[in-house]
Structures are given as structure tokens and as C-alpha cells.
């Protein structure tokens, strides 16, 4: 049986803070070995603490290359919320189209458990999905569907959902097509289901940026708070959270509602979460969702549209200068892996 050892004491033993060392797993997974699952906690071989010094050492002059057969990969940015009904998949797909605009190359992955409908709102026709990967191996390809502005969608069809209940075989199938696209596009981002679920969970715990989604609503406040308090508690690695206020009838009250979530989150979490954003109520939203167009395409000018390019800006804004070395889905994999089936 290997000597294991948990990140509390591979820090003691480096003189390392936790965070800084659950940083350089998020980012150079290549170079520590993988977890391992001791009781209901994962732990190092403690060859780890030799790698972690060697990631330190390096990190202190310059910036690590990517390894042989790495390169750039995507930065990976899931929208998500504590309940539904808040515009998630609008805002999404249409951060999706406004990062195009700005010249980055997006993708927007449907990844909402049964209820997969970004492809509606976009007003492409139902096609390939995730879980075609599985049932008759199309390469992940033949899946991406063009949508509007140039922006790729990956439909998930119900594919997410079959996938929490599928194999590890089959989940490592997709999860290693998805690890593709990342080095294919500059943006993907994560339409995840609403609520509290494992595979929101999963994604939350691997993607790059965490977007909450909240309305003026109370119960939108007390849900995101409870699954921000959920990924706390699961150790979710200190990955940029940024809060965006939907539906809001003025600028007085998204702010509140802005506060509120992140002063909740500062004092009882003690995590940061940075308001990058408020949509003002519009009826271009409804207008644009009956006729299948997203609201950026339906109405560029309108207020709904020029509210979410602010927040397309503030997000690439806050992207970071250095090469993204580590891939989002691969983290995902060895979440996979690290989980007893």
C-alpha cells in the first residue's frame, strides 16, 4: 500500500500555503500524480510533495511549459444557478455570441440535465448530441453545430443525463472528446443545470471561472448561496466566482441583490465573489426566445444586449495573460477517476 499523504500535510511538510498548493493542481495536473481515494478523502502518493516543490521552484522563475503533447486549451467558463427560471441558458448562449463579436472563438456546451435547450434558443434544428458519443461513437466533431454569429453549440439532449448514469467507460468517452474541443476553441462556456445536482457539482468543481446567475428573487439568493456553500464545503479549489444580477428593474436594486450574495459568501465562507454584471428587465428577451433568435442577434442595440456585451467585456477583461496550460475536462476526468464505481 502506498504512503499517502492529504494537501494539509504535503503543506506543512513544503511550508507551502493550502491555496497555493490547490492552485498548481488545477493548473499543472500533468506534473503531480494522481489522487488516490483513502476513506471518504483523497490524498497524494508522497511523491507528491517532491512534484509540488519542483512546480514551486520552476513557477518562482518562469512560467511552466506545457508538457509533450499539451498546448493552449480553452478557457472554460460555467454559467449556473441555484435555481431555475433566472436566464441562465440566455445568457450563455448569448455571452457566447457577444465574446465572438470580440473576436474570441466560443463554444457553448448544453450540459442541463433534461432540459437541454440552448439549440431552441439559438433556432438550430435538433440534431447530434453528447450522447451520441456513447450509443454510436460520432466523433465529437460531428456533434458541434454552427450557430449564430459563428459560435459552435454541443447539444446536450438529455446526453448529460444519461451520462450521470452511464458507465465510467462511456463518461471517460466524452469527458476525453470534450478535453478535444478545449484545444480547438478559446471560450467554452458550461450551460449547467440549475439546483445542487452531482454533475452541476462536477462541472462547478472543474471549470476555470464560476458565473452565479441570480434575479431579484429571494429564494434566486438563498439557492446560489446554498450551492456556493456546497462547492465550499466539497474544498472547490479558489477559482474566480463572479455574480451577474438578471432581471433587475433598476440599478439600485442590482446592486443589493449583488451585495448581499457576496457578503454572504465573504463572511460565512470567507470566498470573494465579484459582481461583473446586472441585465436590466427587457421585452426584447421574450420577443426574441418566440422567435428562436438570440436576443444579441434579434436586437444589438438593445439594452438587454448592450448589458450583456458589458459583461462579455468584464469577463475577458479579468482573462488571464499567462498560456492556460491545464485542461478543465481533464481535471473533470480525474474527478471521474478518483470516484468509486
Known amino acids: 500500500m502506498p504512503q499517502l499523504v ?52 520552476l513557477h518562482q522563475g518562469e512560467q511552466l511549459e506545457p508538457t509533450a503533447g ?18 441562465k441558458t440566455n445568457i450563455a448562449l448569448n455571452l457566447a455570441i457577444e465574446m465572438q463579436r470580440f473576436g474570441k ?6 450540459a442541463d440535465m433534461g432540459m437541454a435547450n440552448v439549440h431552441l434558443l439559438a433556432g438550430i434544428p435538433a440534431g447530434n448530441n453528447i450522447r451520441d ?4 461513437g460520432r466523433d465529437i466533431v460531428d456533434i458541434i453545430a ?34 478535444t474541443v478545449e484545444k480547438e476553441a478559446e471560450v467554452i462556456i458550461v450551460d449547467t443545470g440549475a439546483g445542487m445536482g452531482s454533475s452541476v457539482r462536477d462541472f462547478l468543481a472543474c471549470a476555470d471561472d464560476l458565473l ?31 455574480s451577474v444580477i438578471n432581471m433587475v428593474e433598476t440599478l439600485k436594486q442590482a446592486a443589493g441583490v449583488a451585495h448581499r450574495f457576496s457578503s454572504c459568501a465573504h463572511e ?25 433568435t438570440p436576443y444579441s442577434v434579434f436586437k444589438p442595440q438593445a439594452r438587454v ?18 498560456i492556460r496550460v491545464s485542461s478543465a475536462f481533464g481535471r473533470y476526468m480525474n474527478l471521474l477517476r478518483a470516484q468509486k464505481m
Open 6 to 57: 492529504s494537501i494539509q500535510e504535503i503543506s506543512e511538510e513544503t511550508g507551502l500555503e493550502e491555496s497555493l498548493l490547490r492552485f498548481y493542481e488545477s493548473e499543472y495536473p500533468s506534473e503531480l500524480p494522481d489522487k488516490i481515494l483513502q476513506g471518504d478523502m483523497l490524498a497524494f502518493d508522497v511523491c507528491a510533495i517532491e512534484a509540488f516543490q519542483r512546480i514551486h521552484d
Open 70 to 87: 499539451e498546448g493552449r486549451y480553452a478557457r472554460v467558463i460555467a454559467v449556473t444557478s441555484g435555481k431555475g427560471g433566472v436566464g
Open 105 to 110: 472563438m466560443c463554444i457553448v456546451l448544453d
Open 133 to 136: 458519443i456513447i450509443s454510436s
Open 146 to 179: 454552427e450557430g449564430p454569429e459563428g459560435i459552435g453549440i454541443i447539444p446536450g439532449g438529455g446526453g448529460i443525463l444519461s451520462l450521470a448514469d452511464s458507465s465510467r467507460h462511456d463518461r471517460m468517452k466524452v469527458i476525453d472528446a470534450l478535453r
Open 212 to 242: 452565479f446567475v441570480l434575479s431579484p428573487d429571494i429564494t434566486s439568493l438563498a439557492d446560489a448561496y446554498g450551492l456556493l456553500k456546497a462547492l465550499h464545503h466539497e474544498k472547490m479549489s479558489e477559482r474566480p466566482v463572479y
Open 268 to 292: 460565512f465562507l470567507g470566498r470573494n465573489v465579484e459582481n461583473i454584471g446586472y441585465i436590466l428587465k427587457d421585452s426584447t428577451v421574450a420577443a426574441a426566445t418566440v422567435r428562436r
Open 305 to 322: 444586449s448592450k448589458n450583456t456585451r458589458n459583461i462579455a467585456a468584464a469577463l475577458l477583461k479579468n482573462e488571464e495573460s499567462t
